[in-house]
């Protein structure tokens, strides 16, 4: 059968800076065969040419035109116009694709209209195992929006057609926390309240909004990381071992969690960079926050007592996304060892920039004293394997061609994640302005008590 993935905004900034290039590191790679085509669909009036063109201004990752442009179709059209798709699918029909990935790289209001164009049209029939439909995050603004969209989605389209894209969930570490969990013994036995003391999960960035004020200012820190992208993580440290390593018994553990998991309301601290009013397309008085500490629990036996806490934010003092584990300190290590330091073994999961695990541990200081200090075993994920470890997108877009539906989010997992920020997102919390990454910490040390550096 011969395939064809067709993207929807093809002139905006998630293809020219993810789609194009994983597709073109597929075609290297072999993984789309020379039959294949990638139709490039957008509004402006342009030649494939023209739209290379421009592509290559935007594009900041290598690319090979000559190899990529073969596979490459552009079609201008007006996706609210619903007598546009005709031409779309006499493209389609008439050279023979009848296997068909479409990939909405658009804005979520969209969504419902593309879809209900693409079920009249004839595009995708409901339940033809052979057209899959693609959904950026965020899916919904908040509960009910989210359950107005896939209302529309469920009228058009089964369930198993449906990819809800969380692009977390492509990056290889993040896939590598069931394997690190359940592979390793060790871990499994020891992965609940008795031994770990708390959670912390962390992604945080140097940079601003970037230009994307007209998504970001609708959306915030809250919906575009808290909602999915920490929630996910937080779910696959917290769940329960699956019955099965099968897609579905994954999303029912991770939904178990989600339904247990609560926020301490009085924890969350929102913040807003200096300087952010200023960015470009951003509201006047916005309120948008940038930066969120919140602190969950996980109510189950497994987890009580243990604290999550996430932090996420813009224009703070590193990039870096990771997950710690704190395992619970040996209340006799102290009688035993006189230089003994507390609370000092942990597990890092890194996620970016590197990918990689980090155990710290409790060793003898070399030498003639009985001091104890941390030593690292330390695995970089990404070292032995320079220029093989694909990015988030090679694994999404592979995995959706191959109908492998693991790492894409099941709607009850989007239902259960929004019920847990709907919670704090309609609180009028304040946001508290931040000119860098110390004065936020502060303030979080004042008005709360804790140090975030200290988790
Ligand atoms: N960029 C990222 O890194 C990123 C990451 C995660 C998720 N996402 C999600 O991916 C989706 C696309 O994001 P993006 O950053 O690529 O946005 P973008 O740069 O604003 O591009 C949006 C695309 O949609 C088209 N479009 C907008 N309104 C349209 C309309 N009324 N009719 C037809 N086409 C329309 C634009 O066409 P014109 O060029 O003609 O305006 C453009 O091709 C969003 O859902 C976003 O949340 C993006």
Redo the contacts with the bound molecule.
């Keep these: 059968m011969k395939k064809a993935i067709v993207i929807?905004?093809?002139?905006?900034?998630?293809?020219?800076?993810?789609l194009l290039p994983a597709l073109n590191v597929l075609i290297n790679n072999k993984r789309i065969n020379l039959d294949d085509k990638i139709f490039l669909v957008?509004?402006?009036d342009l030649t494939l040419n023209e739209y290379i063109d421009d592509a290559k201004t935007q594009v900041s990752k290598y690319i090979d035109w000559d190899t990529l442009s073969n596979y490459l179709e552009y079609i201008k059209?007006?996706?609210?116009q619903t007598d546009s798709y005709g031409v779309l699918k006499d493209t389609l029909d008439s050279n023979g694709y009848s296997d068909t990935t479409f990939y909405?790289?658009?804005?979520?209001e969209?969504f419902p209209i593309v879809s209900s164009g693409l079920n009249q049209s004839g595009l995708v029939k409901k339940g033809e195992e052979s057209k899959r439909i693609v959904?950026?995050?965020?899916f919904g603004q908040n509960l009910k929006t989210a359950e107005e969209i896939n209302r529309v989605l469920w009228k058009y389209f089964d369930e198993s057609q449906i990819y809800r894209?969380d692009?977390y969930l492509g990056k290889e570490m993040i896939q590598n926390i069931l394997i690190v969990r359940f592979a390793n013994k060790i871990f499994e036995k020891t992965w609940n309240h008795n031994t770990i003391r708390s959670i912390v999960i962390k992604a945080k960035e140097t940079e601003g909004i970037m230009n994307?004020g007209?998504?970001y200012d609708k959306?915030g820190a809250l919906k575009d990381m808290l909602q999915s992208h920490l929630l996910q993580m937080a779910a696959l440290i917290g769940m329960t071992k699956p019955s099965s390593f099968k897609s579905e018994d994954i999303k029912n553990a991770k939904v178990r969690i989600f339904k247990d998991l609560e926020i301490d309301k009085n924890s969350v601290v929102l913040g807003q960079y200096k300087g952010y009013l200023e960015e470009k397309h951003v509201a006047k008085e916005s309120k948008t926050e940038t930066f969120v500490f919140a602190k969950a629990n996980i109510k189950n036996n497994k987890w009580k007592n243990t604290p999550i806490y996430f932090i996420t934010g813009k224009k703070l003092d590193e990039k870096r996304s990771e997950i710690i584990i704190n395992f619970n300190d040996d209340s006799q290590l102290q009688d035993m060892f006189l230089g003994a330091k507390k609370n000092n073994t942990k597990l890092i999961i890194k996620v970016a920039p590197e990918d990689g695990v980090l155990f710290q541990l409790n060793v003898k200081q070399p030498g003639l004293s009985d001091d104890i200090i941390s030593g690292n075993l330390d695995y970089c994920h990404t070292c032995n394997w320079v220029g093989n470890t694909p990015e988030a997108y090679e694994k999404l877009l592979l995995d959706i061609i191959s109908d492998n539906k693991t790492l894409f989010t099941r709607w009850d997992e989007i239902e259960a994640m929004w019920k847990i920020v709907d919670e704090i997102n309609g609180d009028n919390l304040e946001r508290y302005i931040y000119s860098n990454y110390a004065h936020l910490r502060q303030m979080i040390k004042d008005s709360k008590g804790v140090d975030i550096d200290d988790l």
């Design positions: 929807f905004g093809a002139t905006g900034n998630l293809t020219y800076k993810k957008a509004r402006k059209m007006e996706v609210e909405l790289a658009l804005p979520p969209l959904f950026e995050k965020p894209i692009h994307r007209n998504y959306i």
